[in-house]
């Protein structure tokens, strides 16, 4: 089993920035891939960013392409959201996501068999 830790979440105006970070621990096992999902209220979770830890390739969704950058630190077992240019949508519940794979299907998808979640941060974002 795996824990995901988060943190980061918080208010900011629109336009602004902010990072989350997401520890893992447990048996992550030596091939995976961190990312984020979110859910806005009333809304839908929606995969969002996801990179793997062997190879680095990320993968983002088109609601946060050129905004957000994804990166991690394997030593740490922690992947970082930098989020940039804000906007008041963005307003959601962020959820650290682990599994096998990732896959930009339509939509940004985990997969593999072995999800993990994390309890969330919520980033709120003022017009």
């Known amino acids: 089993e795996v824990q995901l830790v988060e943190s980061g979440g918080g208010l900011v105006q629109a336009g602004g920035s902010l990072r989350l970070s997401c520890t893992a621990s447990?048996?992550?096992?030596?091939?995976?891939?961190l990312g984020w999902y979110r859910q806005a209220p009333g809304k839908e979770r929606e995969g969002i960013s996801c990179?793997?830890?062997?190879?680095?390739?990320?993968l983002y969704s088109d609601s946060v392409k050129g905004r957000f950058t994804i990166s991690s630190d394997n030593a740490k077992n922690t992947v970082y959201l930098q989020m940039n240019s804000l906007k008041p949508e963005d307003t959601a519940v962020y959820y650290c996501?682990?599994?096998?794979?990732?896959?930009?299907?339509?939509?940004?998808?985990?997969?593999?068999?072995?999800?993990?979640w994390g309890k969330g941060t919520l980033v709120t974002v003022s017009s």
């Open positions: 447990g048996s992550t096992g030596d091939d995976y891939v």
């Open positions: 996501a682990f599994d096998l794979y990732c896959a930009a299907l339509g939509t940004l998808t985990f997969y593999g068999g072995m999800p993990g």
């Open positions: 990179i793997s830890n062997t190879n680095g390739i990320t």
